[in-house]
C-alpha cells in the first residue's frame, strides 16, 4: 500500500500503549489496518487476491481499491486463479461493463495473465507461497520506522522480485507495486514502532 500517510490514535494518545495505529482514517482502512496489513499470508488464494488487487491500485488510492474489494471478489470467482486462467475476451468485457471494479482493460487483461503464470509457479514450486516467501528467507522483514515519510517506497528485493516476474511474463508487478504487496501480505513488517500492531507482531513495545 503507497498512501499509508494517515496517522490515528485509538481513543487518544500515542506511544506503543495500544493507542496508535499508524493509518486508519475511516472504518474501512481501520479494520483493514488492524487485522491485516503486515500480517503474514501463506494462502495461495489471498496471495493471488492480493497481488492482483496491487496491480489494480496503479495510480489510485488503496481505499479506492478497498471499497471495490467485495466487487472484485464476486467478479473474479473469489480470486481463484484456476478460473481467472480461463477468461476469455467474452469475459473480458463483461468486467468491462462491471462499475463495482476498476474497468482498466489493461489491469484486467494483466489479471487474467497473471493468473495462468501464478500457475505455473504452483507446478513448478508446489505453492505460490513457496516461491515468494523464499525471497525473504520464510520470515517477515521487520521494520524499525518512525514515520512514513522516512519509509522506501522499494527495497533490493522488492527490484529483485519485480524482475524476475517481469521475466515471467507477468504484468503491472513494478518494484514500487510488489513492496506495498510485500507489505499487504507480512512479508515486510512496516507498521510504525509506535502502532499497536507492531507490538503485537514482534512483541518489541517502545
Request: with cysteine.
Amino acid at each position: 500500500m503507497s498512501d499509508s500517510s494517515n496517522n490515528a490514535n485509538v481513543g487518544g494518545g500515542g506511544g506503543a500503549d495500544s493507542t496508535f495505529r499508524c493509518f486508519g482514517h475511516t472504518p474501512l482502512y481501520t479494520d483493514y489496518h488492524d487485522n491485516e496489513w503486515g500480517r503474514p499470508v501463506h494462502d495461495d488464494r489471498q496471495l493471488f487476491e492480493m497481488l492482483i488487487l496491487e496491480g489494480a491500485q496503479a495510480g489510485l488510492s488503496w481505499e479506492t481499491v478497498l471499497r471495490k474489494r467485495e466487487s472484485y471478489r464476486e467478479a473474479f470467482d473469489g480470486f481463484d486463479p484456476a478460473k481467472v486462467a480461463l477468461y476469455d475476451d467474452a469475459k473480458i468485457e463483461e468486467l468491462m461493463a462491471n462499475a463495482g471494479i476498476i474497468r482498466n482493460r489493461l489491469k484486467i487483461k494483466a489479471a487474467i495473465i497473471n493468473a495462468r503464470l501464478f500457475l505455473d509457479i504452483v507446478e513448478k514450486y508446489g505453492s505460490f507461497d513457496a516461491f515468494i516467501w523464499a525471497y525473504v528467507d520464510d520470515a517477515p522483514i521487520i521494520g524499525h520506522w518512525e514515520s512514513f515519510e522516512n519509509m522506501p517506497p522499494t527495497t533490493p528485493i522488492s527490484d529483485k522480485i519485480s524482475k524476475d516476474l517481469k521475466k515471467l511474463g507477468f504484468k503491472f508487478v513494478g518494484s514500487t507495486i510488489i513492496y506495498s504487496f510485500m507489505q499487504a501480505v507480512g512479508m515486510v513488517n512496516d507498521h510504525l514502532k509506535a502502532c499497536f500492531v507492531y507490538e503485537e507482531l514482534t512483541g518489541d513495545g517502545v
